[in-house]
C-alpha cells in the first residue's frame, strides 16, 4: 500500500500561505493524489487531485515533483475557517481498491 | 443535486448487538465506499461497492458486512459489536469506482455509533 505521511500538526496566522507536505515514496505509476479537508464531526471534504506538477483551483494549489514521492498542498492567504485536518491520500493500484488516509495534517490558523 | 446522505445521524447500542447503517449516494454516482473513524485517527477504509459489486476491501472481519442496491445506496451491518466499533461511520460516493484511479470522494455527514 501507498503510505503517506505528513506532519501532524501545523499553525498559521490569518492572511499567511500555508504548505503542508505529504510524503508517499512508494507511490504506483497510475496512482493519483488527492488532498481531504476534515472538519470535526463532519465527513472530509475534496478539496484538490493531480498526478504530476502544478494543480491550481480556487481554494488550493497542489505541487508534484518529477519523481511524484511527495506533493505539497498550497492555501493561500489562510483564515481561520480554514482550521481543520488536511488529509493526503494516495489510492494504491493493484488489483482491489484500498485507499489509505493517513493521520492527517491538524492546521489551526491563529487570529 | 442530492449530496451524500447518512442515516442514523447517532446510535447507541451494546456489546454483541447488530447494527444497520445507511447511505444514499449522490445523485448520478454508482459507487460508495464505507470507512470508519475513531477519534483522532483518519478515516479506515472498510469496502467499496461499485453497481452492487464489492469491488475491494480493508482490513476488517467479516462482522463487517454490506450490500448495495440497484439504485446505489448501500447499507453497512455490524454483527457482535464489540466496543472498539465506537467510531464515526463515514459513507462516501463517487462517479466510478475503483476503476478510476482519479476517483473523487464525496462524503456524508457520518454516523456516530456509541458502543457500550
Known amino acids: 500500500l501507498a503510505k503517506t505521511t505528513q506532519p501532524i500538526s501545523m499553525d498559521s496566522y490569518e492572511g499567511q500561505e500555508v504548505n503542508i507536505t505529504c510524503s508517499h515514496n512508494?507511490?504506483?505509476?497510475?496512482?493519483?493524489i488527492t488532498w481531504y479537508q476534515q472538519f470535526p464531526s463532519q465527513g472530509p471534504r475534496f478539496i484538490i487531485q493531480?498526478?504530476?506538477t502544478k494543480v491550481t483551483n480556487e481554494v488550493a494549489s497542489l505541487f508534484i515533483p518529477a519523481d511524484r514521492k511527495s506533493s505539497t498542498l498550497s492555501l493561500p492567504r489562510v483564515s481561520l475557517s480554514d482550521t481543520a485536518v488536511y488529509y493526503c491520500?494516495?489510492?494504491?493500484?493493484?488489483?482491489?481498491?484500498?485507499?489509505?488516509f493517513g493521520r492527517g495534517t491538524s492546521l489551526i490558523v491563529h487570529p | 443535486e442530492t449530496g451524500v446522505t447518512q442515516s442514523p445521524t447517532h446510535l447507541i447500542k451494546t456489546r454483541g448487538q447488530q447494527v444497520t447503517l445507511r447511505c444514499s449516494s449522490q445523485?448520478?454516482?454508482?459507487?460508495v465506499s464505507w470507512y470508519q473513524q475513531a477519534l483522532g485517527q483518519g478515516p479506515q477504509f472498510i469496502f467499496q461497492?461499485?453497481?452492487?459489486?464489492?469491488?475491494g476491501r480493508g482490513n476488517f472481519p467479516p462482522r463487517f458486512s454490506g450490500l448495495q442496491f440497484p439504485n446505489y445506496s448501500s447499507e453497512l451491518n455490524v454483527n457482535a459489536l464489540e466496543l472498539d466499533d465506537s467510531a464515526l461511520y463515514l459513507c462516501?460516493?463517487?462517479?466510478?469506482?475503483?476503476?478510476?484511479?482519479?476517483?473523487?470522494?464525496?462524503f456524508g455527514p457520518g454516523t456516530r455509533l456509541t458502543v457500550l
Open positions: 462516501a460516493s463517487s462517479l466510478d469506482g475503483g476503476r478510476a484511479r482519479a476517483d473523487t470522494q464525496y
Open positions: 512508494n507511490i504506483a505509476t497510475n496512482d493519483y
Open positions: 493531480g498526478y504530476k
Open positions: 491520500l494516495v489510492v494504491t493500484s493493484g488489483g482491489s481498491y484500498i485507499p489509505t
Open positions: 445523485s448520478g454516482h454508482n459507487t
Open positions: 461497492y461499485y453497481r452492487e459489486e464489492e469491488n
